[in-house]
């Protein structure tokens, strides 16, 4: 487990491959689980390589079309996220690197 200051934990990180549409509060965006399985009601309080903070919350998740309650490592999904810092995220590539979210996921 990991810390950073201000956060008890992180066990839950997505990588931003794409951003299908944002508005005030609230984005869709593709996704890859990097470290997880990464929950509904995740929040997310940083963004990697920055130390720009954030406070995201996995609103819903969708593998495949469906929707699922949690997204597990190594795979891709459409996701939402919503409150402060979605106008912060920006998709990636191999040449320039990817941005990671980190956060926690809900306690059980």
Request: charged fraction near 25%; proline fraction near 8%; charge should be neutral.
């Amino acid at each position: 487990m990991t810390t950073t200051p201000g956060h008890s934990r992180i066990d839950a990180e997505l990588q931003i491959d794409e951003i299908r549409g944002t508005c005030e509060d609230r984005a869709a965006v593709v996704v890859r689980c990097i470290r997880g399985p990464v929950r509904l009601g995740a929040r997310f309080h940083r963004i990697r390589p920055t130390s720009v903070p954030i406070d995201l919350e996995l609103a819903e998740i969708l593998f495949y079309g469906r929707p699922v309650d949690e997204l597990d490592p190594s795979h891709t999904g459409l996701v939402t996220l919503r409150r402060a810092g979605t106008s912060l995220l920006a998709p990636g590539n191999k040449a320039h690197g990817w941005q990671i979210i980190q956060g926690a996921n809900p306690s059980p």
